[in-house]
Structure formats: C-alpha cells, structure tokens
C-alpha cells in the first residue's frame, strides 16, 4: 500500500512558477516510481512527468520538456513538480501517482492521491 498526499496548489499568474510536493509513505512507497498527472475540465487525465524510485531516471510529456522539472527526495520520501512559464492552459487539478515501474499510461499506476489545484490566471 502507498498514501499520497499532494500540496503546493494556488492560484498564479500567466508567467508564473509553482512547485507542487508529492509525499509519499506505506510500505512499497520508498521503491515506488511516481507520476505526476493532471485533468482539466472535460478532458481526460494527462501524463506530465515520472520519476523512478531511486531519482537516476525521468519521462516527460513533451508539452511540459523544459518549462516542468521532476525531481525526488528520497530520505524524505517526497516527488516535487517544479512547474514554470505557467500558462492558463496549465489550470487542472494535479495528481501524483504510484507504481512499481516507470510508466506513462495512467492505467497502470496503482495508487493516486487526492490531488490539488493549480489555476493560472491571466
């Protein structure tokens, strides 16, 4: 089993940067790669970003390559989204995820958090 617990969501400007925290805990949570994701309104869930357990390798959507930064602490057991040049084609609820191996499919991760809201405003 694996809890995540999402936070660093707000409201910013068009421009502006933000940095989502992933925490992590249970007891596969430390050998557990980790996704991050978000949905907008009416549309489907979207990769964005993973990390393997041990922080040596990352996947990115191509949407976010150079603007979005992955990154781990393992003694915290924690998965950060550095987000900048925010647009508001950014605003969606942000979700971490899961699994066992490094995926970008949402489908195959197993555990999910409640996710946090990022609004980039004009």
């Known amino acids: 089993q694996v809890q995540l617990v999402e936070s660093g969501g707000g409201l910013v400007q068009a421009g502006g940067s933000l940095s989502l925290s992933c925490a992590a805990s249970?007891?596969?949570?430390?050998?557990?790669?980790i996704g991050w994701f978000r949905q907008a309104p009416g549309k489907e869930r979207e990769f964005l970003a993973a990390?393997?357990?041990?922080?040596?390798?990352?996947l990115y959507a191509d949407s976010v390559k150079g603007r979005f930064t992955i990154s781990r602490d393992i003694p915290k057991n924690t998965v950060y989204l550095q987000m900048n040049r925010l647009t508001p084609e950014d605003t969606a609820v942000y979700y971490c995820a899961a699994d066992l191996s490094l995926e970008v499919a949402p489908e195959w991760y197993d555990y999910w958090g409640q996710g946090t809201q990022v609004t980039v405003s004009v």
């Open positions: 249970g007891r596969t949570s430390i050998t557990s790669a």
């Open positions: 990390i393997s357990w041990d922080g040596d390798r990352t």
